[in-house]
């Protein structure tokens, strides 16, 4: 399932208010391994003339 990005953030920030400090960190830190995984097959496809990934802004720099 595809959400706007508008609704993604928000439903991260509602789900960030549950969380402790340390599975917050925990959740960022699985955010930005999948934004490095997304950069790294976009960077793989444009090698192999396969369709490039549309990009995925870092949830840490949404998240204060």
């Known amino acids: 399932m ?8 928000s439903k991260i920030e509602t789900l960030s208010n549950d969380l402790s ?28 003339g396969a369709p490039k990934i549309k990009e995925i802004p870092a949830a840490g720099s949404i998240m204060h």
């Open 2 to 9: 595809r959400l706007p990005t508008k609704q993604l953030i």
């Open 21 to 48: 400090q340390n599975q917050l960190s925990n959740f960022l830190d699985i955010i930005n391994a999948m934004t490095a995984l997304v950069e790294e097959a976009s960077e793989l496809s444009n090698h192999d």
